[in-house]
């Protein structure tokens, strides 16, 4: 159990265009989701913090207007990336949390290339 | 405050030797730790986590080792294996935080034939 899946895996798009990531818990019902940044050989990042139903908490220096979070369920989340630029590639992970565990499952992952 | 400090960065080992990575933090209010493995393109999979009730948890063939006065983890890879060669994360959280991990830096490991 706690299987978390990404979709798409890799995207590739043009510079000024919005991509949308998908994250869902299989198994589980996520009542809070994480969205992280991982850049090459670096740590993850965390970006913002989400529950269902509310809005999203970003952490400090991330543009919560770029970077769009929408929890509209329990199994899924959505980051948009919004006007894309090329300093915006990155491999974006999210993470799913059961209610009251802090345990954190991880998806697989979505490496984004803009050009 | 919120930091944890990973060590070492890189780690080659022997097949079959143990493998030993150390974490430190300084907020006391942290109360979970994990221990992360990630391969390349891959998001992070947990492979074994501790509170700070309890000094040492084995699973299979990952310890992990706390001392909560010196305010360290570390994570043991017993009889270490090539397909054990990932980069591992430690990391730590409290619930009071909203369960939000704060990671290590990464060690990134090798395990030779």
């Known amino acids: 159990g706690a299987v978390v899946s990404q979709h798409p895996s890799w995207v590739i798009c043009k510079s000024g265009t919005s991509v949308k990531i998908e994250c869902r818990s299989l198994?589980?019902?996520?009542?809070?989701m994480f969205w992280y940044r991982q850049f090459p050989k670096q740590s993850l990042m965390l970006m913002a913090t989400s529950n269902e139903g509310s809005k999203a908490t970003y952490e400090q220096g991330v543009e919560k207007d770029k970077f769009l979070i929408n929890h509209a369920s329990l199994t899924l989340s959505t980051l948009t990336v919004t006007s894309a630029h090329p300093e915006d590639s990155s491999f974006y992970i999210c993470?799913?949390?059961?209610?009251?565990?802090?345990?954190?499952?991880f998806g697989p992952g979505t490496r984004l290339t803009v050009l | 405050q919120q930091q944890v400090k990973q060590s070492p960065q890189s780690l080659i080992v022997q097949k079959g030797g143990i493998s030993i990575i150390n974490c430190a933090y300084e907020?006391?209010?942290?109360?979970?730790f994990p221990w992360y493995q990630q391969f390349p393109g891959k998001g992070p999979a947990l492979l074994i986590a501790?509170?700070?009730?309890?000094s040492e948890k084995k699973e299979g063939r990952f310890t992990i080792s706390f001392n909560k006065s010196a305010k360290q983890f570390s994570l043991h890879i017993m009889d270490s294996q090539p397909g054990d060669s990932a980069t591992y994360f430690c990391?730590?959280?409290?619930?009071?935080?909203?369960?939000?991990?704060?990671f290590g830096t990464g060690t990134q490991l090798k395990v030779e034939l």
């Open positions: 198994d589980f019902q996520a009542t809070t």
């Open positions: 993470s799913a949390s059961r209610g009251g565990s802090d345990t954190q499952y």
């Open positions: 907020n006391t209010a942290f109360d979970y």
């Open positions: 990391a730590a959280s409290m619930r009071g935080g909203g369960n939000k991990l704060t």
């Open positions: 501790i509170r700070p009730d309890v």
